[in-house]
C-alpha cells in the first residue's frame, strides 16, 4: 500500500488502531515520513490480522522476543506476521508459519562497495560483481530485500551470521549452509518504484501460495 501523504483524517482512522505502546514508538520518530509508514505499516497489519485471525483491528496484543521479533501475544493463534514500511509504501504478510517481508525503494542511494561487501555472503557479491552496471542497483536492492525478509522470519534480524545463508536469483532462492532449505520458499517482484522479497518456512515442505493484495489508503 503506498501512503506518501496521508491525509489528515486516513492518518487519525490508522493511528486509533494501535495500541498506547506502538503509538508512542511512533510520536518517537522524528522525522514525519517514518511516523507516517510507521502508523500506516502497523495498521495495515492489524487489518490483516483481523482478516486472517477473525478478531478486531484494534485488539491483538503483541510483544518482542529478546531477539527483537515481534510476536503475537494472544496464545493459541497459530499466526506469524511481518512488515516493513520504506519510502512510501507499507507491506505486511501473515501466515501460520514463519515468514518474512521486505522492501525497499529504488530511489535508494546506492551503496558504496565496501559497505555491501561487510552486508552480503560470498556467494551474493559474486552475482553482483557479474551484473552488468546498469544492474547492479536493482541487484543489490533484490539481495538486501531477500536477507532482510529472511532474518525477519527466523527471528535473528541481520545478528544472524552471513556465510550462514545466502540467496541466488532468477528465481530467486535460498542456500543454507546447515538445515533443511526445501522448507524455504522465497518470493521477490517489484513495482515501478520498490523492491519487494517475502520468505517463508513451511516444515512439512509443502507448496506455499502466496496471495498478493494491494490497497488504496482508504481502503485501510
Do not use: C
Amino acid at each position: 500500500m503506498e501512503v506518501a501523504r496521508p491525509s489528515a483524517a486516513l492518518l487519525a482512522g490508522w493511528r486509533a488502531l494501535l495500541d498506547a505502546e506502538e503509538t508512542a514508538q511512533a510520536e518517537r520518530l522524528r522525522l514525519e515520513a517514518d511516523r507516517h509508514g510507521y502508523i500506516a505499516a502497523h495498521a495495515l497489519t492489524r487489518r490483516l490480522l483481523e482478516a486472517v485471525g477473525g478478531m478486531a483491528a484494534s485488539s491483538w496484543q503483541f510483544h518482542t522476543t529478546e531477539s527483537g521479533k515481534p510476536e503475537i501475544a494472544r496464545p493459541g493463534t497459530g499466526l506469524h506476521f511481518s512488515h516493513a514500511h520504506t519510502a512510501g509504501l507499507v507491506v505486511s504478510a501473515a501466515a501460520n508459519f514463519a515468514v518474512g517481508i521486505d522492501a525497499e525503494s529504488r530511489a535508494r542511494r546506492p551503496l558504496d562497495p565496501g559497505v555491501a561487501a561487510a552486508i552480503l555472503a560470498p556467494g551474493e557479491l559474486a552475482l553482483l560483481e557479474a551484473a552488468v552496471p546498469e544492474a547492479r542497483h536493482e541487484t543489490f536492492l533484490r539481495l538486501w530485500t531477500l536477507r532482510e525478509a529472511y532474518g525477519k522470519a527466523t527471528g535473528q534480524g541481520l545478528l544472524y551470521p552471513r556465510e550462514d545463508f545466502w540467496f541466488g536469483l532468477d528465481p530467486a532462492h535460498l542456500h543454507l549452509e546447515s538445515g533443511d532449505a526445501a522448507q524455504w520458499q522465497v518470493f521477490d517482484w517489484s513495482t515501478e518504484r520498490h523492491v519487494l522479497a517475502l520468505v517463508a518456512q513451511h516444515p512439512r515442505n509443502e507448496q506455499i501460495v502466496l496471495e498478493r493484495r494491494s490497497l488504496a489508503p482508504e481502503e485501510l
